[in-house]
């Protein structure tokens, strides 16, 4: 599976891959994950929110368990971030099959659209629409940096845009949500365990800071008689690694837009994103205002105007507990942990926090989520070094398997 689905979307360039929603490569991925269904003999449905299905029992009967993750990518992502979770699903299910087990109720594997937001900017949206936290006009109004808007890409790759939206039947068939991942960070690499249980993720978002200045030339403007933007941005930029390091937490600009963006011009508007997350609400508010509040300040002395948009997102999510105590059973650990120290008892498995959002957190609203995490050894992510050893993938799946079996199959 992996080695078929390994060149989809590959830059050959940075080998990293653009795997970006309703693309041509997003819709190769999706050929393969409907040929995996078809090939295990799924019952393969699409919802009305372009999210793929693969269903093995009867999915009216209720209380499923599902799991499975995304295979869409930022740009040059790595090749584990989503495939990895969706892969890994298909290959347990293979393993219960060879271990014979006997299914108590329905199982599905998912891949969720767009959850990256590579390319109109929002992340999670076929989940955000599924649990009714992305409104169909909402949804509507996205447009890529080349002007298509979603409805547009959604009907150009065969899809109804006029379907979207919540779909709370669908969710309520679902008793349980596992979503296996890549760990993006490295605290599993500090313990002796290749598989680790999420317990939180951190409240995040994204800000769009646009900064208006005004054009001229950039050989014959006096400094003193310039308006700016581009200047006022540098400064917002390391206000933000300022503010976050005196919160403990993390503040990004990764990712700038620049008009009239000549060599020789001084820029009219500098548009920057702002990435922030916390290990709690008030510190990230605390960060972001921080952030906004030098902005303004350097923006008033550049004579700049400033204005500053929320684009997205998520409040903190604190997986169930009842549902991670049982995974933290079935394989073998307490399940009590806080993840704040992931070593400090080497006889459980680890359970740790993450500032990463995922499906998972946007479907706890709806139905009982969790997460596990394959060790990463470097910690890179969003990125082509992103990696995990093929033994602790193997170790994931088997997890994973373990797990499903806990929750779905009938006791030998």
Known sequence: MWREL?????DPGSRGYRRYAWT?????????FRTQAADRGLRYEVDRNGNQWAWLGDPDAGNAVVTGSHLDSVPDGGAFDGPLGVVSSFAALDELRDRGAEFAR???IANFGDEEGARFGLACVGSRLAAGQLTREQAHALVDADGVTLPQAMERAGYDP??????PERLARIGAFVELHIEQGRALDLTDHPVGIASAIWPHGRWRFDFAGEANHAGTTRLADRRDPMLTYAATVLAARRAAEDAGAVATFGKVAVEPNGVNAIPSLVRGWLDSRAVDQGTLDAVVTAVEAAARERAGRDGVELAVVRESFTPVVDFPHALRDEIARILGGSGS???SDPGSDPGSVPVLGTGAGHDAGILSAAVPTAMLFVRNPTGVSHSPAEHAAEDDCVAGVRALADVLEGLACRSS
């Open 6 to 10: 390994a060149p989809i979307g590959r």
């Open 24 to 32: 041509g490569a997003d819709g190769d991925c999706r050929n393969w």
């Open 106 to 108: 329905p199982l599905a």
């Open 162 to 167: 006029d379907a979207i939206g919540a779909d």
């Open 337 to 339: 942990g806080s993840g």
